[in-house]
């Protein structure tokens, strides 16, 4: 069970060694950099440091409690990171396949609109600008009736 | 009493510091955004639009109604894109 904030790369395969010793069943997700149909060159995540990692621990031990996790890992990047770079993970353990795989979907929708991180698109033509959060996110996150 | 106000993403380009300590007697988040949009043309336009504003109190997730007495740390951001 651990959240971590960290600027380096990281391997997904790597962190899932030792996770979720004994489930029967085991959930991860990985967002990656996309290239925006050629146009992207980076991304740049802003967090809000302090605030940030106290929330990521409290939304995991959340989806525990909810689900029933035997084993969660959420790691999640800030700074520069290029295109065809993972972004941050999620994983879940669980006896089962159900509690696994929802677990995992809520922290997700949980990421996505409540923890303080803000994206900075890198254009290849050296334009900037900040990703807008999706109206879709917010129902997402309103799914689970707890936000 | 003595505030400590955080800026993020968006809002701290336009506030154009990270980070600012306040001096003030506003009641709550959405009187000291009033306050703090007096301070210069780049807060008031960070402040313009409360809708697409969020903030943090204490580092606690919370509404622009809410009191400020006892706070130490606020914080001014846009809506999260994380993930």
Redesign the interface.
Known sequence: MSAHVQSAPFDPAAQLRDFGRGAGAIVTFT?IVRDEGGTLSALE????P??TE?LLAEYGERAANRFGLSDWHIL?RHGTIAVGEP??MVATAARHRRAAFEGADYL?DW??????????EIRRDGSVA????RDGDEDDLARWQDA | MTLEVLYFASLRERVGTPRETVETQAATVRALMAELSARSAGHAAAFADPASLRCAVDQQLANLDAPLDGVRELAFFPPMTGG
């Open positions: 967002g995540i802003e967090h809000y302090g605030m106290r999640h972004i941050m997700m990421l996505k609109s409540r923890a303080p991180f803000w994206k900075r900040w990703v807008a959060a």
